[in-house]
């Protein structure tokens, strides 16, 4: 790297926008209901006795794959996941004869959701002897959706259902506009961000409405469930969007760095997008803390300070002691201290047997500030590296692991020293994550023009490596993200950790894939979220 004194120069930050919340939620009454919370929650479990006791009466296993299904567009498995587990597994053992692609794509995505790998020579039944899905289902709207839904289930070297992806697709897009609603809509999403892709709460809300009598498993139990269920969780998110944005507005008003995004509500949205659950709320809210701080972290690297004083910042936080405050310039003194605090905060929140995870958390931190210093050091020195040394650096600095660690440090017993040993060593589906993030990142902020003043993306470094237009870059980039989501299905079936592990990890891609889908960064510019968060923490379902 050429060495040319540049530490004292001064950045040109661009100016973020504010907060498009302010005080919103610190101030917000939420709407009055029909029925009080208490009545509410007696209602909700009432509904969910009613709910269990239709997997024992589902005649056969369509009917139970249809309930599967339903409960999880609706976004209430989360209430029956061990009957889901059980039934998912007899399924799996039993013989299944059916001359419905719908049926047969239903059971391959749904067998794959849960871990179990079944082969993609379930689907040749519906091809013809050269291998090509036959005409007739090009007529059958519902079926090549649900094809395109299970195609999106496949992992590496799985050519079949890579032709699969791309027929249902191109047939989908063809017949799009003549579809009827609901399926209009569920068509339209799919092709947006694919249901395996997409953040779970989402689908909820686009799925509650739609679901009716034309459904194979209606019942009016569960629609009841489903809307009661995500009003009684948002009350739940509501309140803690109270509190941590008064949290962050102290921090603001104490650290005093203007030059940083005030992106609390996004932060808590991302936290929240992995897990989602009321007794999860350690978790979530932890996360959500940890990831506003990271994002400030950033924000001071990229956007603010001289080189000179990333590195101060980071020797400062690599020695995690508060005594080194003075070594920091004034600015960023009280940033540090309310970093160490609120670590110590985190701490608190554990029971005795799970305080080793305090070191984990320190630890990623830790390691994110090191990536931010490296990609400081070659922004400033003007330094283009390769795209191999670049993807290693930025895959680290895009989050996986800090965001995998900070979601297992709330989390109960589940979460092991093993699963926090797993997570922290770079496993697939931590790196996977870790990708999806920064690719969606790099091809938002291509789109985006903005010359940022941070170090080279992975599509200028793969542009100038292989001397390639920018458009051959962002398809490559695209693949790459495409690539991820392969190894994270694989993961789905490597048992290396419990599958509701997995499945929180794999949730912070989905949120990549939400917030930053169409190349466009929905939590930098955050207007172009607002809409779709306010349908997540403002509006309730119409009972
Ligand atoms: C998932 C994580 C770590 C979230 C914290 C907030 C954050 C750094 C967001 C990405 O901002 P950016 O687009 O400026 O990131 P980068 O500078 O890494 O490109």
Not at 206 to 231: C, G, T, W
Not at 322 to 345: A, G
Not at 446 to 454: S, V
């Amino acid at each position: 790297m050429a060495s040319i004194n540049c530490s004292a120069v001064p950045r040109l930050a661009p100016s973020f926008e504010p907060s498009v919340w302010g005080d919103f939620f610190i101030n917000h009454t939420p709407d009055t209901l029909q029925i009080s919370d208490e009545k509410m929650t007696e209602r909700v479990n009432q509904l969910k006795l009613e709910v269990s006791g239709l997997f024992g009466a589902c005649k056969n296993a369509v009917e139970k794959l249809n309930l599967v299904d339903a409960l999880q567009h609706l976004g209430i498995d989360h209430h029956f996941e061990e009957p889901i587990a059980i039934t998912m597994s007899s399924i799996h053992n039993a013989e299944f004869i059916s001359s419905s692609l719908h049926e047969v794509a239903l059971r391959f995505r749904l067998l794959r959701q849960h871990g179990f790998c079944v082969s993609a020579d379930e689907f040749s039944k519906f091809k013809d002897e050269g291998g090509r899905f036959v005409n007739d289902i090009t007529n059958d709207p519902k079926s090549l959706l649900s094809l395109y839904n299970a195609a999106n289930l496949l992992t590496h070297k799985e050519g079949q259902l890579e032709e699969a992806l791309l027929f249902s697709r191109h047939h989908l897009e063809v017949m799009q506009c003549n579809l009827e609603s609901p399926l209009a809509e569920q068509v339209e999403r799919a092709l947006k961000i694919p249901l395996q892709r997409n953040v779970k709460r989402e689908e909820a809300i686009h799925y509650i409405p739609e679901y009716s009598v034309q459904d194979e498993m209606y019942n009016a139990a569960i629609l009841e469930l489903a809307k009661l269920d995500f009003n009684c969780l948002q009350r739940i998110h509501q309140k803690e969007l109270k509190a941590i944005s008064m949290w962050s507005k102290n921090i603001f008003e104490d650290i005093k760095l203007d030059y940083a995004r005030d992106r609390m509500v996004e932060c808590y949205f991302w936290a929240y997008s992995c897990v989602y659950e009321e007794e999860y709320a350690r978790s979530r809210i932890v996360l959500a803390k940890l990831l506003m701080l990271t994002s400030i972290l950033d924000d001071t690297f990229d956007e603010h300070a001289t080189l000179e004083e990333c590195r101060l910042l980071a020797k400062a936080i690599e020695r995690w002691d508060e005594t080194d405050v003075s070594l920091l310039p004034e600015y960023l003194q009280k940033f540090f201290l309310q970093i160490i605090s609120n670590f110590k905060e985190f701490d608190k929140l554990l029971e005795p047997h799970e305080k080793y995870r305090s070191a984990y958390i320190r630890k990623v931190f830790q390691n994110i500030s090191k990536s931010y210093l490296q990609e400081a050091e070659w922004s400033h020195h003007d330094y283009t590296p390769s795209f191999d040394e670049q993807v290693n650096i930025s895959v680290k600095s895009a989050g996986g692991d800090l965001v995998a660690i900070g979601a297992l440090f709330g989390l109960g017993d589940i979460a092991t020293k093993e699963i926090f040993k797993w997570a922290i060593t770079n496993s697939g589906t931590v790196r996977a994550c870790g990708e999806i993030s920064r690719f969606m990142d790099d091809l938002a902020d291509f789109k985006r023009g903005r010359n940022k003043i941070d170090v080279a993306t992975t599509i200028e470094c793969y542009m100038k490596e292989n001397n390639v237009t920018s458009e051959v870059a962002l398809a490559k980039i695209v693949s790459f993200v495409d690539d991820a989501w392969k190894t994270l299905n694989q993961e789905l079936f490597e048992r290396r950790a419990p599958l509701k592990i997995v499945k929180i990890i794999t949730n912070f891609a989905r949120s990549m894939m939400f917030l930053y889908h169409d190349k466009r960064d929905g939590y930098t510019n955050s207007k172009e979220v607002k809409g779709a968060l306010e349908s997540h923490f403002v509006k309730h379902i119409p009972i």
